[in-house]
């Protein structure tokens, strides 16, 4: 370590301390990893009965709140309307490069995107409510800034610095610090686990015991689909076999379809009955588990963080816990599960305080004049499917082979019982 540094600077001189004249450092050095505490008389120690920082109302309005204030839209929004443009040539040459990639609709700035709809482009004023909800809102979980940003721009919000202020606002979220990973396991290669098609193939595992909630529930049972990463959870009151049986059959088989293959503890004979593979694992072999774990872990992050900054029982927020994980975008897939599972994305509570695009567009008029045309539609196409089947049958009856006459040997041809013979 040395040797590799000493290259860096120009001169360095390193002088020894004896032990006599360092004794305070020494002993500071001491009391961050001792329990005994016996200092010197010469030094001063003191104990601090309850943090020196009790005030965690901190503000987390890192942008605009004053909805008047001019923003970035205002010159984009002038010269698309009227083509007024800012005096500065330099300026006004950026405005109108710009402005190509921007359009008006309904007196609403909006950016076209490539790969998706046009986006709606926010005023700091609106961003700091969109960053808010999303994060902290009816169905947020304090998701990381990263995440945060992208889930916004996959449901129609754009700004320019978006990603920079939705990583500041969880930095100066006390929630997110507060429960903030504490990783102390060295990182590992990704093991490929694939699956055919959706809800296929699910992990199953097991959290708790919980403070008690609603109902003496105290156990969570967790499965997560390995194509879709959706997420399925029940709170139990006790872990039985005959409960975590009734969990898999009414919350995956029944909802979903019968599946190919489950990771989860022994359950041989429920799976022997409906044909699904078991494959058991445990918490020592990350290359089979490792997706129940992720699920574990994105489960109790939600609810510590939904619990911690809404005081509630955590069987409440289990649903909302939920809804935030698959209406998330998955890092391994780039999706959310609800796209996954669905092909649309989900209309999140974002969005009912703050229409994007296509919640602003949407005509319920329009919409139930499509359902009845599909409705029609569907009528016509049951009554040409029953002109097939009579049809059909007319054609089969045409061709059936002549029947032939019954024969008197034939006891049931025979109408006088005594002439019945076997």
């Keep these: 370590m040395v040797n590799r540094l000493k290259s860096r600077f120009a001169s360095f001189q390193i002088d020894k301390i004896p032990r006599a004249d360092n004794h305070r450092a020494d002993?500071?050095?001491?009391?961050?990893?001792?329990?005994?505490?016996?200092?010197?008389?010469?030094?001063?120690?003191?104990?601090?009965?309850?943090?020196?920082?009790?005030?965690?109302?901190?503000?987390?309005?890192?942008?605009?709140?004053?909805?008047?204030t001019p923003s970035w839209t205002t010159p984009?929004?002038?010269?698309?309307?009227?083509?007024?443009?800012?005096?500065?040539?330099?300026?006004?040459?950026?405005?109108?490069?710009?402005?190509?990639?921007?359009?008006?609709?309904?007196?609403?700035?909006?950016?076209?995107?490539?790969?998706?709809?046009?986006?709606?482009c926010l005023t700091p004023y609106e961003a700091e409510y969109a960053v808010r909800e999303v994060h902290e809102g009816v169905c947020g979980t304090h998701i990381g800034g990263r995440t945060l940003a992208r889930k916004l721009l996959r449901h129609g919000y754009?700004?320019?610095?978006?990603?920079?202020?939705?990583?500041?606002?969880?930095?100066?979220?006390?929630?997110?610090q507060f429960n903030a990973d504490d990783i102390h396991m060295p990182g590992e290669m990704l093991s490929s686990l694939t699956s055919p098609w959706p809800f296929a193939q699910w992990g199953v595992d097991l959290l708790g015991p919980f403070i008690k909630g609603k109902g003496g529930c105290t156990f969570l049972v967790v499965a997560m689909d390995y194509f879709t990463k959706w997420i399925e959870a029940k709170p139990l009151s006790t872990t039985t076999e005959r409960k975590i049986e009734e969990f898999l059959f009414n919350s995956i088989l029944c909802r979903?379809?019968?599946?190919?293959?489950?990771?989860?503890?022994?359950?041989?004979?429920?799976?022997?009955?409906?044909?699904i593979e078991l494959a058991l694992t445990s918490v020592y072999t990350p290359q089979s588990n490792g997706q129940a774990e992720s699920a574990n872990k994105i489960v109790l992050r939600g609810l510590k963080a939904r619990v911690l900054a809404t005081h509630s029982n955590w069987v409440d927020e289990l649903n909302k816990v939920l809804w935030s994980c698959r209406t998330t975008p998955s890092s391994a897939t780039g999706e959310t599960p609800?796209?996954?599972?669905?092909?649309?994305?989900?209309?999140?509570?974002?969005?009912?305080?703050?229409?994007?695009?296509?919640?602003?567009?949407?005509?319920?008029?329009?919409?139930?004049?499509?359902?009845?045309?599909?409705?029609?539609?569907?009528t016509q196409l049951m009554h040409h499917q029953q002109k097939l089947r009579k049809m059909n049958g007319a054609a089969t009856d045409n061709h059936a082979p002549p029947q032939q006459p019954?024969?008197?040997?034939?006891?049931?041809a025979c109408t006088d019982k005594d002439q019945v013979f076997n």
């Design 27 to 68: 002993e500071l050095s001491k009391l961050a990893s001792s329990q005994n505490i016996n200092p010197r008389r010469s030094t001063i120690i003191e104990v601090l009965d309850a943090p020196s920082y009790t005030d965690f109302t901190v503000d987390c309005q890192l942008l605009s709140t004053d909805p008047s």
């Design 158 to 176: 754009y700004w320019p610095t978006m990603v920079e202020d939705a990583q500041n606002y969880v930095k100066k979220c006390p929630t997110c």
């Design 256 to 275: 979903y379809s019968l599946v190919t293959k489950f990771r989860a503890a022994a359950l041989r004979s429920f799976c022997n009955d409906y044909g």
């Design 406 to 412: 019954p024969s008197t040997a034939d006891p049931v």
């Design 76 to 120: 984009l929004i002038n010269y698309l309307q009227s083509g007024e443009l800012p005096e500065d040539l330099s300026a006004a040459k950026s405005i109108k490069r710009r402005a190509a990639h921007f359009t008006l609709l309904d007196n609403h700035l909006y950016k076209r995107a490539t790969s998706m709809p046009l986006l709606r």
């Design 338 to 378: 609800f796209s996954l599972a669905y092909g649309a994305e989900a209309v999140i509570p974002v969005e009912v305080g703050l229409p994007s695009d296509r919640s602003d567009r949407h005509d319920n008029q329009t919409h139930q004049e499509a359902l009845k045309k599909e409705i029609e539609r569907l």
